[in-house]
């Protein structure tokens, strides 16, 4: 789980993220990045119904997500991150998941 103060806790945060931020589409996610100067890397991932109707599923592809951001938190700069699950997500693994955020920033 992302510590209090790594998470994008306001729909308004959000939305200044959507709305300011660089679009990155891969197949399975939507990601929205905005740069900031100063302040600890912050994220807010969004799975709608629109994935799956059950609960259980759309709380599944979050953990996943979190994982992933979690493991590279550390090698990310200071930014806020928005995630958005597309509907082909059910399918993949927290490694694929792993691998897609190390292509979006060029992380070695």
């Not at 597309?86 to 399918?91: A, G, Q, S, W």
Request: with cysteine; charged share 30%; net charge positive.
């Amino acid at each position: 789980m992302l510590a209090r103060r790594e998470r994008l806790r306001s729909s308004r945060d959000i939305e200044i993220v959507i709305k300011r931020g660089r679009r990155h589409s891969t197949t399975p996610l939507m990601i929205w990045v905005l740069q900031k100067p100063k302040g600890p890397f912050r994220a807010a991932i969004l799975c709608s119904k629109k994935v799956d109707k059950r609960a259980v599923v759309r709380n599944k592809i979050k953990r996943r997500i979190r994982e992933a951001i979690r493991i590279l938190s550390t090698r990310m700069p200071t930014i806020d991150l928005v995630v958005s699950a597309k509907l082909p997500i059910k399918d993949i693994t927290t490694s694929d998941i792993k691998n897609l955020f190390y292509n979006v920033f060029h992380i070695q």
